[in-house]
């Protein structure tokens, strides 16, 4: 169980300016780099998160640490990646500074999220994290491949990218991220978030998405590589319909369409419209074919 920390244990406007002054960091756009400097949003982030005193979380990208101390409030432990050489090198002293009765319970891993294959301590039970924009989707899906043992995770990411990600089979706005964000998890839209929470405030705005993890899809032999790689052909031209975008994944329209139908999806249909349990009926279908072509 966590102790109580210290009422001014969060970080507000003035501390984040404060601590990014003495560092000589400015947020650059080229990471992403926003920094949320309101404590009653990272309390409700964790909340929305649903965290418990039970949880080992890993957090992606902490910055400065307002969420970090947020989530060392109420998990067990919690684990930063953080790629920035500035920032990785000060967050340990301020969790120390600032909550010192957890900092025992906090660990700092240096490095870009996109390679990190394992983790200190117990294996992760959630993620929470501020994505950087530019490399959100990447990240995310990255981290629910690598680290099954994490159940539950929200994320904060720009409202475009959260839309897609939460985005339900024929909207517009439904493609590669919407599937194989599906494929871990039941995702959904868990809020918005304001611009004025932020320094530098950002241009637009951002929402948050959870994701619960869920079995993969039943019923298929289908690995997930292969799956992915029949979503992939089926948006790089999403205008089209299944049986032409997937010619060349299938080897020829009529493998395409072969698949298809004994996958039971209509070969006029396009991408858009399917969920991801029939991508993976897709795939199963095709494994025998392109197994004898690969030979």
Do not use: C
């Amino acid at each position: 169980m966590s102790s109580s920390p210290t009422p001014d244990a969060l970080l507000g406007p003035a501390d984040v300016r404060e601590l990014a002054t003495a560092l000589g960091v400015r947020p650059t756009k080229q990471r992403g780099q926003n920094f949320v400097i309101d404590a009653n949003t990272v309390r409700r982030i964790v909340r929305t998160a649903d965290v418990r005193p039970d949880d080992v979380v890993v957090e992606v990208g902490p910055g400065l640490g307002s969420l970090t101390l947020a989530l060392l409030e109420v998990a067990d432990r919690v684990t930063a990646v953080e790629i920035d050489d500035v920032l990785a090198g000060a967050l340990p002293a301020t969790v120390a500074a600032r909550m010192p009765e957890r900092a025992d319970r906090f660990a700092l891993v240096h490095s870009d999220a996109m390679r990190v294959d394992a983790l200190p301590g117990p294996a992760p039970t959630a993620l929470v994290a501020n994505l950087p924009y530019n490399v959100a989707v990447p990240v995310l899906l990255h981290m629910l491949e690598t680290f099954p043992s994490i159940e539950r995770t929200l994320v904060m990411v720009q409202a475009e990218v959260a839309d897609r990600l939460a985005a339900a089979p024929g909207s517009k706005v439904y493609g590669v991220p919407s599937v194989k964000a599906n494929w871990y998890a039941e995702v959904k839209r868990a809020g918005a978030i304001g611009r004025n929470v932020f320094w530098p405030a950002p241009n637009v705005d951002s929402g948050l998405v959870s994701l619960v993890r869920r079995a993969e899809p039943p019923a298929t032999t289908a690995t997930r590589r292969q799956v992915f790689a029949v979503v992939d052909a089926a948006f790089a031209q999403r205008r089209k319909t299944l049986r032409a975008a997937l010619a060349g994944w299938a080897g020829s329209a009529a493998a395409a369409e072969a698949a298809l139908v004994a996958a039971g999806v209509s070969p006029q249909a396009r991408g858009e419209s399917l969920t991801v349990e029939e991508f993976a009926r897709i795939a199963e279908a095709a494994a025998p074919a392109q197994g004898e072509a690969d030979r």
